[in-house]
């Protein structure tokens, strides 16, 4: 990434677009401390949230985060977070566009209240009519004009939008639903941490428990027994990964978010 670091010296291109992935191999690489990035109004991000750690760092360059959300059934664009913003609502996918009609719901449909969790339904133009010669998957995404997303959103009471996580991504211990993101969130404000992925897996007395694949800085020599300290200080205990993996990488998809596939075969 020192060349692309480069790149946006030389060019001193006003707006950039990347997926969270890329921008933390740029922000790590030996360029960027001294990259004069002054001609650059914004960073939009997009494919998946992006750590507050990492939001911070771009901050602290000057260039502000302008988080947004799209779907491949339901247009690009959906939501957007104004760079004004950034700061004050940092980790939020800002509000809806103009043309899109937003719902967040409970799982019979009805809205929940403001600062409470449920799916992101969509309504508008830009939904698709349905998946090709699918009828099935059309019918069970497609309902009364809603299309439903698939991920669990909030709204705050100014109306701004925040991803929680994609609810296939949930898992139930012990009767409870825990969300891998936040764990993932919990363990990207470590210091000494680069990445962290959480799964669930089967469990003989919880049903499904939390298992913690994190990536250590090159110095550090953490434990799972410092990972799940950390943790419990930070979160409910039931949300605590019951296993910590230490590896050297996360794999990641030709789109550069982490392959969670890929985790649950390893």
């Known amino acids: 990434m020192r060349r692309t670091c480069s790149a946006l010296v030389e060019e ?27 001609s650059m109004y914004y960073l939009i991000v997009g494919g998946e949230p992006m750590p507050i750690p990492l939001i911070e760092t771009w901050h602290e360059k000057g260039v502000y985060v302008r988080q947004g959300f799209g779907m491949t059934e339901v247009g690009p664009n959906l939501t957007s977070l104004h760079q004004s913003d950034a700061i004050r609502k940092k980790g939020s996918i800002g509000r809806p566009n103009y043309y ?7 799982p019979e449909g009805r809205e929940v209240p403001r600062g409470e969790a449920g799916e992101l339904l969509l309504k508008g133009p830009m939904v698709t009519p349905g998946y090709w010669r699918n009828p099935e998957a ?16 909030l709204m705050d009471e100014e109306g701004y939008l925040y991803v929680v996580d994609r609810i296939k991504n949930m898992f ?7 969300y891998p993101a936040e764990i993932e969130r919990v363990l990207a404000s470590h210091p000494q941490i680069d990445a962290a992925a959480v799964i669930g897996v089967p469990d003989d007395k919880w049903g499904e428990a939390g298992k913690a694949f ?33 590896v050297s990488a996360l794999p990641i998809s030709p789109t550069g978010k982490i392959n969670r596939q890929e985790l649950k075969r390893l």
């Open 100 to 106: 899109v009609q937003i719902r967040i719901a409970d």
């Open 138 to 153: 059309t019918a069970q995404s497609i309902r009364d004009g809603w299309f439903y997303s698939g991920d669990m959103l």
């Open 214 to 246: 994190v990536v250590s800085s090159p110095d550090a020599h953490l434990t799972p027994e410092d990972l799940r300290a950390f943790c419990l200080e930070r979160m409910a205990k039931y949300k605590v990964p019951k296993y910590f993996v230490l």
């Open 12 to 38: 001193k291109p006003t707006l950039f677009m990347g997926v969270p992935t890329m921008l933390k191999m740029i922000a790590e690489s030996a360029a960027f401390a001294e990259a004069d990035l002054s």
């Open 172 to 178: 139930i211990s012990g009767g409870e639903n825990v």
